[in-house]
């Protein structure tokens, strides 16, 4: 019996890509694999992308989920909310798990044990299984080229055990495993690690990415351009966890964008075939770092000198991706232009009269 051969979806790709969340745009698609009923907290950055990623990839989907907050959130007492193929691995075995799942469709077409378009195959993994724990298997899974998307949903912490501190928290991050004190001041002493950038670099036959809930339809397109390249990809969405950072819950969207303004999340495209990047998304503004920062509880013990070692990391990351910084970004990384947070200044306040 010959070889049936793998037939593949092709998406098409939505406009307005720097549109903000709370535009209506009639080319969204209807359907909803990913469904209210879960027990996310309110305002639940990875469980908003989570919808957002199914959206776009649709009904013929199947989701690979590695032990994380939305595994746990999502999975309680026999209940689910998802309207495609879900399956729970281990937190280190993300990659090998859904290198499987594609490599036994494409063994199921070609001998015509599965009928039908290949499916959409996504594997959700958080910062702490893509980018420490899982990170060796998904290199793998990526390496071999498996027909996949890996994506990254970045809380830049370990939310399902009590936010502890991963290789994605950020400078200055306040986790139970990176409190501020007298001797480290500003919690976190170092910056994340620069993952999606490790992917690229490490597997430039991927197509690889960056995104965030901020900006829904860029996040929506690049899902589909990660299904529709023939081969591994991997996709990096920042996702606020209202727990862990401590800000309003209606405040996810904003944080989305904010990020970007900021600098903080530079969000570009690895071209596999042209081996470059692209850094043709832009912001709409450009902001200081200062304005994302004090929307969090998280970072309210930083001192000027703090805030100002992470606007100089942004101008960095702006000047990486070819954009000119304005003169009021350049004076935001002295020290002396800046105030300390709120919860800083208190203490310091209440410090002085000990």
Not at 10 to 37: D, H, K, M, T
Not at 166 to 191: D, I
Not at 283 to 289: E, K, L
Not at 300 to 325: C, D, P, S, Y
């Amino acid at each position: 019996m010959p070889a049936i051969e793998v037939e593949r979806q092709i998406l098409p790709i939505l406009g307005s890509p720097n549109q903000g969340a709370r535009f209506y745009n009639p080319e969204l698609p209807s359907s909803e694999p990913f469904v209210p009923g879960h027990r996310t907290c309110a305002g639940c950055g990875p469980s908003i992308q989570y919808r957002m990623t199914s959206k776009a990839s649709g009904d013929n989907t199947i989701l690979v989920g590695p032990t994380g907050c939305m595994y746990v959130a999502n999975s309680s007492y026999l209940c689910t909310p998802y309207n495609v193929p879900w399956a729970h691995t281990q937190i280190g075995s993300a990659g090998s798990f859904t290198a499987g799942v594609a490599a036994a469709y494409e063994a199921m077409i070609r001998k015509g044990k599965w009928k039908g378009a290949f499916p959409n195959i996504i594997c959700e993994a958080g910062d702490g299984s893509a980018s420490d724990i899982g990170l060796a298997s998904i290199s793998g899974a990526l390496y071999r080229n498996h027909d996949c998307l890996i994506i990254c949903y970045d809380n830049e912490q370990y939310a399902n055990t009590g936010i502890q501190a991963s290789s994605r928290t950020p400078y200055g991050g306040m986790t139970t495993f990176s409190p501020p004190g007298p001797l480290v001041p500003e919690a976190k002493k170092l910056f994340p690690k620069d993952l999606a950038r490790m992917m690229a670099a490490g597997h430039p036959h991927c197509y690889v990415a960056t995104a965030s809930v901020g900006y829904p339809i860029d996040l929506m397109n690049k899902v589909r351009k990660g299904l529709n390249h023939k081969g591994a990809a991997y996709l990096m969405v920042y996702t606020p966890c209202q727990k862990g950072f401590v800000y309003e819950t209606p405040r996810s969207i904003d944080l989305g964008r904010l990020v970007v303004e900021c600098g903080l999340y530079p969000i570009w495209e690895w071209n596999p075939e042209k081996r470059a990047y692209d850094y043709s998304f832009r912001p709409q503004s450009m902001r200081p770092v200062s304005e994302y920062l004090k929307l969090q509880g998280r970072f309210g013990h930083l001192h000027a000198e703090h805030i100002a070692t992470l606007q100089k990391f942004a101008n960095e990351q702006w000047r990486m991706m070819g954009v000119q910084l304005p003169e009021a970004l350049i004076q935001a990384a002295d020290a002396k232009n800046l105030v300390n947070m709120a919860a800083a200044a208190e203490a310091e306040a209440v410090a002085q009269t000990l």
